[in-house]
């Protein structure tokens, strides 16, 4: 693995820990908190950071299947990311989060952390 990958690969790593602490909270109570937001944009930002890296330091083209699970796993956060902020910009502080919002946040947080650990699986059987 080059450099940019190995860099891309810890990087993913800190997007994978602000997530989990994002969504984990959000799902617990139900509730978008500063705490809530604030790691959330963290990670969103670690994972578009990662995933340049990755893409620069590949020899592979851009469009493996990994690529594309990572690709639509980004995208699938980088909407809830934008759902979420825009909850928390309109509704008073306090408000529960919407179901329908709450079950996207569940499902984009998993789907991205299937596509985390496969790639990780990928790395450990190359």
Not at 15 to 24: D, E, N, R, W
Not at 41 to 58: E, K, P, Q, R, Y
Not at 81 to 88: C, D, E, N, R, S
């Amino acid at each position: 693995m080059n450099i940019y990958s190995s860099i891309g690969a810890g990087i993913v790593i800190f997007a994978l820990i602000a997530y989990s602490l994002s969504i984990i909270t959000e799902q617990r109570k139900r509730l978008v908190s500063s705490f809530v937001i604030r790691f959330l944009t963290i990670g969103i930002v670690l994972d578009i950071t990662a995933t340049i890296f990755m893409i620069v330091g590949s020899s592979n083209s851009a469009f493996t299947l990994h690529g594309i699970l990572g690709y639509s796993s980004l995208a699938a956060m980088f909407i809830d990311t934008i759902l979420i902020w825009k909850f928390y910009l309109a509704s008073p502080t306090g408000t529960m989060v919407p179901k329908r919002l709450h079950l996207y946040s569940r499902f984009a947080y998993a789907w991205w952390v299937i596509t985390f650990f496969t790639g990780l699986m990928l790395v450990v059987l190359k």
